[in-house]
């Protein structure tokens, strides 16, 4: 490889790792609560949308909603997204999950240059595809069908009003909400933030199916509940 090629690729490297450096640091307990503060905000915006807001057949049968707010996207030849957020699942009596702490990652190549930063919200749709959060790495539309969320309070017309697919996602840019595709990015748990917020571990098994959490601070019991009734 010539010099210019390998100046070219380290070149690359700093800039994707400059714009992931806030991502990937380990977080603290201060960090994580503004996490779950900013999740909660960015769920609330979303079905607080006067025009453009979720159907309410899917607030009413979703089993789990994760929020990852501020995902980055960032690429210089090699490129690729990372986002920090929180997952909750409800259980057959309508109760919503002590949050669990997720990651999200993707990939992409191509000659791009630019960086974006976009809030994310899924919905998880059944049963599968809320036990296959708890994989070690949880691959949207492979794992789980993945599908751009409907828009409007009563999807009609071509929108797929039988949500069909096992996950939904929305993401705001621009201050506006639309439904997107996410194929291919991956879900991780994230076990260091669970550690750490809690104060000792706790499977994200336990958190999220039943529903046990060593405490539940005042973020994590505004975030649950902010969720659907």
């Given amino acids: 490889m010539s010099t210019w090629s390998n100046r070219l690729c380290a070149l690359a490297v700093l800039i994707v790792w400059t714009a992931f450096g806030s991502i990937v640091r380990a977080d603290d307990p201060g960090e994580i609560t503004d996490r779950i503060q900013t999740a909660t905000e960015v769920y609330q915006d979303l ?8 159907p ?20 210089f030849l090699v490129g690729g997204r990372h986002g920090k957020g929180i997952v909750s699942c409800k259980d057959r009596d309508g109760s919503w999950s002590p949050p669990s702490f997720v990651t999200l990652t993707g990939g992409s190549f191509g000659f791009q240059i630019g960086a974006e930063a976009t809030d994310l919200v899924l919905f998880v ?20 069908s993945v ?26 840019a621009k201050g506006l909400f639309a439904g997107i595709s996410l194929e291919g990015a991956s ?33 994590a019991d505004s975030f649950q509940k902010s969720l659907p009734q």
């Fill in 47 to 54: 079905i607080n949308a006067p025009d453009r807001g979720v």
């Fill in 56 to 75: 309410q057949k899917l607030l009413d049968d979703c089993h789990c909603v994760a929020v990852i707010p501020h995902v980055v996207k960032a690429a």
């Fill in 125 to 144: 749709m059944n049963e599968h595809g809320a036990r296959s959060l708890l994989k070690s790495e949880f691959t949207l539309g492979g794992d789980a």
């Fill in 147 to 172: 599908a751009a969320g409907p828009v409007g309070r009563t999807a009609s017309g071509g929108t797929d009003v039988r949500l069909n697919a096992e996950i939904y996602a929305y993401a705001r």
């Fill in 187 to 219: 879900l991780n748990q994230d076990e260091n933030a669970i550690r750490t917020f809690y104060g000792e571990d706790a499977s994200p098994e336990t958190l999220l199916f039943k529903h046990q959490a060593p405490r539940v601070p005042p973020a």
